[in-house]
């Protein structure tokens, strides 16, 4: 009876392996296909990148092509670029047996990804009424990997836990709730979120912890003896930590207007994650009895200023009013990590494997009441009276708005954001928990020999006990 049972488990195994190998390449080739389709109809490049720009210069008077867009805004770009590749994929390669997974999966959500929202956010910010274009140059793209930002953060909350099928059916929703509410808060309430903390990251957390709570799986403990890290994967680890943290001063000011707001944004983040270094590894080591320092900490609560200083970033927040901000992040986020993930598994059954509640979802809270309170508080004598009109944009339909209803308008931002990220994350998870899907088996989590060929990995001897991530 035993070598049946046993048989069948791995009849089931290898179909379930097949339907993997089948529908993998299916997805990808169909949506590259409809990519290049939809591209062609819709997409087309901006004036800025097209070869009409000698007669575009003529036209306006530009007297050189240093003024081009491309010139001001491709180095936060390429810095925002590295973060999406590079950081968050590295900085997920933590787990000790699932590094090509990390690295390899952020590499294809960020690629299936960015090529939807260019599409996503075209159709909602940029489609020109009269030839039915959506018109794109380097600005475009910057805004793309943000959208991408919002689904890279949720895949850190079901890390190892979900197939690559699975990841690209969240990421075409992910993208697509992110389009509508982005919208809604840049668009439609007018709220200021040049870095995101409430369109990326609340959006982001929320929705990756949503649908970890839909895929809850009781028996987890199976794979416990992979859940752990080792010396060589929190030092990869650290190497995303340490681009995502000397990048994230361009992230929070890539979009931002050109000049003093831009140059604000950058003053502002920068002193922001000093702080909040230090008051990390100060909770980190006060939180051990033997007063030495844990690398979950070090590796994420240390990044947690730049998340929650999204929004304000470019506000004159003041230095000392950003170094406090990154002050009590490195403290919340820090005991995030001690407290909360805990009760966030054992209470109410979230399995976060990257600790995003404490890293993005909570910081992104904290960014979006730092904005509502500093927009509530600003005043002419402070920015003067053409600055608050630059800096929250008070032209147009909102030239009479006053900055107490922006900070309202701010604050109704956050909840949008949150609405977006349980609502349209219970929703996917509920998809995303259909038995099509080719997931892993519980005992069978965070190991790349799931999904990787050729996998060769060292085996220790010296029988060093895993740094645990829990």
């Given at each position: ?79 925002v670029h590295v973060m999406i590749f590079v950081g968050f994929g590295f900085l997920m390669t933590f ?20 090529q939807w929202a260019l599409l996503m956010q075209g159709w909602f910010h940029s489609l020109d009424p ?341």
């Open positions: 009876m035993g070598n049946c049972s046993q048989g069948c488990k791995d009849y089931f195994s290898r179909q379930k392996n097949t339907n993997i190998r089948l529908t993998l390449p299916v997805v990808c080739f169909v949506w590259q296909i409809a990519m290049i389709i939809l591209f062609g109809v819709f997409i087309r490049y901006d004036k800025e990148s097209n070869a009409h720009w000698v007669e575009t210069k003529a036209h306006d008077n530009i007297t050189s092509d240093i003024e081009n867009d491309f010139y001001f805004r491709y180095p936060s770009f390429q810095d787990l000790k047996r699932y590094s090509f997974g990390a690295v390899g999966f952020n590499f294809l959500i960020a690629s299936f990804g960015l009269q030839t039915g274009k959506i018109f794109i140059g380097v600005e475009s793209l910057i805004n793309a990997d943000f959208c991408v930002a919002g689904c890279l953060i949720a895949y850190g909350a079901v890390l190892g836990k979900v197939s690559p099928v699975q990841l690209l059916v969240m990421t075409l929703f992910g993208v697509t709730l992110f389009a509508v509410e982005e919208y809604i808060i840049l668009n439609l309430l007018h709220a200021r979120d040049a870095g995101g903390s409430m369109v990326i990251h609340t959006f982001g957390g929320y929705y990756g912890l949503a649908i970890s709570r839909v895929l809850y799986r009781p028996n987890l403990h199976q794979s416990k003896r992979m859940q752990g890290s080792v010396y060589h994967s929190d030092t990869f680890a650290m190497i995303g930590t340490l681009f995502l943290w000397m990048f994230w001063p361009s992230f929070n000011s890539a979009i931002t207007d050109h000049g003093d707001g831009q140059h604000r944004a950058v003053i502002n983040t920068y002193l922001c994650l000093a702080s909040t270094v230090l008051t990390t590894v100060a909770i980190s080591s006060l939180s051990q009895k033997t007063g030495k320092l844990d690398m979950v900490h070090i590796q994420n609560s240390t990044l947690a200023g730049g998340v929650a200083l999204g929004t304000a970033a470019e506000f004159m927040i003041s230095p000392y009013g950003a170094l406090i901000v990154g002050f009590f992040c490195g403290i919340i986020s820090t005991m995030g990590y001690i407290f909360i993930s805990p009760f966030l598994e054992k209470t109410l059954k979230i399995q976060d494997t990257c600790g995003i509640h404490n890293l993005h979802a909570m910081p992104g809270v904290i960014g979006g009441i730092v904005g509502a309170i500093t927009a509530a508080a600003a005043s002419e004598s402070v920015y003067g009276k053409q600055g608050l009109i630059n800096t929250f944009d008070f032209t147009g339909d909102f030239k009479d708005r006053t900055v107490l209803t922006q900070g309202g308008y701010q604050a109704a931002g956050m909840c949008v954001s949150i609405v977006f990220g349980v609502v349209g994350g219970a929703i996917v998870g509920s998809i995303l928990k259909l038995p099509i899907w080719g997931d892993p088996a519980d005992e069978n989590c965070f190991d790349d020999e799931v999904y990787w060929e050729s996998i060769k990995l060292l085996h220790y001897t010296d029988h060093t006990e895993d740094i645990s991530h829990k």
